[in-house]
């Protein structure tokens, strides 16, 4: 017969259909033991969803309660037994904001949302508008559990106008309820209006703001909102041009770089990019596909011919032996030097600088320390748990884990 170890052998390898049949006193019993595993614990936690045994959920909620308890078993935990009355004011406590245990304030807070509290509004909102995907999704499902049970002007009348967070969150409770959201293409900050954009879906209406729209921004944004919606790159072109192609110009940028860094990082770009990036990226004639093979040919012909005895290219994750990125390492001797993928673009560090004569005689091009040191302004690119803009070597030489 079949039991909890059996039904969970392994990290992640949970029998979900037969743990949901499995007796709940068992479960419990097991998951308020917290010497177990805690793989287990987990699993069993969430198989108690709607038959929380009764004389089990003081048990439950102390677990919940035990800061050095596994947080992925007290927040499973706070699904199935977060809703109590008696849980309320320990969620409440100041406490809960400054726990360490990772995804736990966020827990807090979600659940807060879940039962109800309306005193949670703000702080949800804060939450929803966070660039974690997973802080978002709480912040939005607490908000969206408060619109439910209290109706949406009791809970947007916990919010204000002056922060983005708040304004944020009555965009979607706008859209939410089927309300025009075109006006927030205005909006002063970019996180709402990109958000406006996604969720701006009438043509007709977007045609009209264009055609009043009160800044150049508000404008790009709306043709980003059109374009996503007809997908129609004349018209998107056309609409361009009639404000004058405003681009973000960056000084010392010159075309050569910003070519690939444009068609590179723009599209995947992070929420508060200035649309002019994003229209422009749109617009632009991608340029021809760099032979990224080609070019380590010539690389290892050049140092080979230079007397540098390069040792074979590594792509930057197997230089790293984790990720990827833009760029390949030649190694020679004790020196090495990187080799982009997106263009002719090399750079080197200290003993490296030795290649560049070969490696320019060979069509080239090095990227200086004053090249490399070009901030690219007002795009905002992933980078090691970072949004912001890059410097020039970051983006043409980019490695992520």
């Not at 949406?152 to 919010?159: A, C, M, S």
């Not at 609409?239 to 444009?262: H, M, Q, S």
């Not at 070597?393 to 992520?400: A, G, K």
């Amino acid at each position: 017969m079949p039991n909890i170890e059996t039904l969970i052998p392994s990290a992640g390898q949970a029998d979900t259909d037969a743990l949901c049949a499995y007796d709940a006193e068992e479960l419990a019993r097991y998951v308020a033991e917290p010497s177990h595993p805690w793989w287990r614990r987990r699993p069993c936690a969430q198989a108690l969803a709607g038959r929380v045994p009764q004389g089990w959920a003081d048990a439950l909620l102390d677990r919940v309660r035990d800061p050095g308890d596994v947080g992925e078993v007290r927040t499973a935990l706070l699904e199935v037994v977060g809703d109590r009355p008696e849980l309320l004011p320990w969620l409440r406590h100041e406490d809960r904001r400054n726990e360490k245990s990772y995804g736990m304030p966020e827990a807090f807070l979600r659940t807060r949302g879940l039962v109800g509290d309306l005193t949670a509004a703000e702080e949800l909102a804060t939450l929803a508008a966070d660039p974690w995907r997973r802080s978002q999704e709480a912040g939005e499902a607490g908000l969206d559990a408060l619109v439910e049970r209290h109706g949406v002007d009791e809970v947007l009348g916990r919010l204000g106008e002056d922060r983005p967070a708040d304004r944020l969150c009555r965009l979607r409770v706008r859209f939410n309820s089927g309300q025009d959201v075109t006006y927030a293409l205005a909006d002063p900050d970019r996180m709402v209006a990109h958000l406006a954009h996604t969720l701006a879906h009438d043509a007709g209406r977007l045609r009209s703001f264009l055609a009043q729209a009160p800044t150049t921004e508000a404008k790009l944004w709306a043709i980003l909102a059109l374009h996503e919606l007809t997908e129609d790159l004349g018209e998107t072109r056309t609409l361009y041009e009639a404000l004058g192609t405003p681009r973000v110009e960056v000084p010392g940028l010159d075309e050569e770089l910003r070519t690939p860094i444009l068609h590179e990082y723009v599209r995947g770009s992070q929420r508060l990019t200035d649309p002019r990036w994003r229209v422009e990226a749109l617009c632009a004639v991608p340029p021809a596909r760099y032979d990224v093979e080609g070019g380590l040919r010539r690389a290892m012909q050049a140092l080979a011919s230079a007397g540098l005895a390069p040792k074979p290219p590594l792509d930057c994750g197997a230089y790293h032996q984790q990720g990827d990125g833009t760029y390949h390492v030649i190694e020679f001797g004790d020196d090495e030097v990187w080799i982009s993928t997106l263009g002719r673009f090399v750079i080197a560090h200290e003993g490296g600088i030795t290649a560049r004569p070969a490696l320019e005689a060979a069509g080239f091009r090095w990227i200086d320390e004053e090249a490399e040191a070009i901030t690219v302004a007002d795009l905002y690119v992933y980078h090691f748990g970072s949004r912001a803009p890059l410097c020039v070597d970051t983006l043409l030489f980019y490695w992520q884990d």
